[in-house]
Nanobody, 119 residues
Framework: QVQLVETGGGLVQPGDSLRLSCATS????????MGWFRQAPGKERELIAA????????YYTDAVKDRFTISRDIPKSTVYLQMNNLKPEDTAVYYC????????????WGQGTQVTVSS
């Protein structure tokens, strides 16, 4: 069983930075591909960033490329999403998610954390 707990959301102004954290339980962190999804009001949930089990392979959707950075700390079993130059359109509920390497879909989800970007 994999449990994910996100922290770090909040209300910020355009141009500000925020870092989300996702702590995992269990001893399987090194076997997991980790992803960050977000869901804005009235929109579908979308994958915005992912990092492979080794920490070197990453993926970003175009909307966040060059502004967001995903990373993982293996000893702490934690994945981070550093978000810089935040924009109002980044407002959404952000979810941490995980899948084992052999799985094609993300099967484990955190509870979500709200990020609001507003002046």
């Amino acid at each position: 069983q994999v449990q994910l707990v996100e922290t770090g959301g909040g209300l910020v102004q355009p141009g500000d930075s925020l870092r989300l954290s996702c702590a995992t339980s269990g001893r399987v962190f090194s076997l997991l591909t980790m992803g960050w999804f977000r869901q804005a009001p009235g929109k579908e949930r979308e994958l915005i960033a992912a990092v492979g089990w080794g920490g070197r392979n990453t993926y970003y959707t175009d909307a966040v490329k060059d502004r967001f950075t995903i990373s993982r700390d293996i000893p702490k079993s934690t994945v981070y999403l550093q978000m810089n130059n935040l924009k109002p359109e980044d407002t959404a509920v952000y979810y941490c998610s995980a899948r084992f390497r052999q799985d094609s879909e993300y099967n484990y989800w955190g509870q979500g954390t709200q990020v609001t970007v507003s002046s």
